[in-house]
């Protein structure tokens, strides 16, 4: 159970920045202990302080944000965030995105503490695949290659008779032309992650 002087602080945070996970870093806890409240002051009666502006087409976006801004450590520009959440369907104006920004960088130069955070794919970034059981042909085992893409949970599967390493390279060629491009990450079953360049040699461009 939290103090008066804590629960304050974490609404003193939460009014600031605007975010629950901005407030958390500023108050150092939980981003649901902010939400718990923010909440409870809300059915109280007390709403929001006037200061905090409410963006509600930019807010969805508040947590992959505050992902860019920790991953360059606060050095991200704007215009380059305005840019993804577009392709992301965002549409708000890139003037209330370089405020958003701001807040969520302002909030981690005052003491940002690494935080596990919900994981939210991006367009081209994300490629998962993994090996499934196939059925048997002429008394035969074989595999199905299966890989998707986080972001639009677009698939390719397709039949090998063995999990070789020439079947896999040529599986994922197979898939990558598919794809009509390469992501730049391809995370395995096994929780390898590599980038596109280390997936059978090929480019990123291709």
Known sequence: MKSAEEIMEILEAFDL??????AAVLADCDHKTVARYVEARDRAGGGVRPGRRVRPLV???????????????????ADKAHERLLAMGYQGSERTTRRAVAE??????????????????EPGLWMQWDFADGPLVAGRRTSLFCAWL???RFRVVLPLA???????????????????????????????????????GIHPDL
């Open 150 to 152: 986080a972001w639009c």
């Open 162 to 200: 063995d999990r070789r390493l020439a079947s896999l390279c040529s599986a994922l060629d197979r898939t990558l032309r598919r794809f009509g491009g390469a992501p730049t990450y391809a995370l395995t079953d096994n929780e390898r992650t590599v980038t596109a360049d280390h997936v059978c």
């Open 104 to 121: 969520v960088k302002r909030a981690w130069r005052q003491g940002h503490a690494r935080r596990t955070r919900p994981w939210l794919p």
């Open 59 to 77: 807010d969805p976006f508040a947590d992959k944000i505050g992902e860019w801004v920790e991953r360059s450590r606060g050095r991200i520009r």
């Open 17 to 22: 920045v605007g975010t629950l996970r901005g």
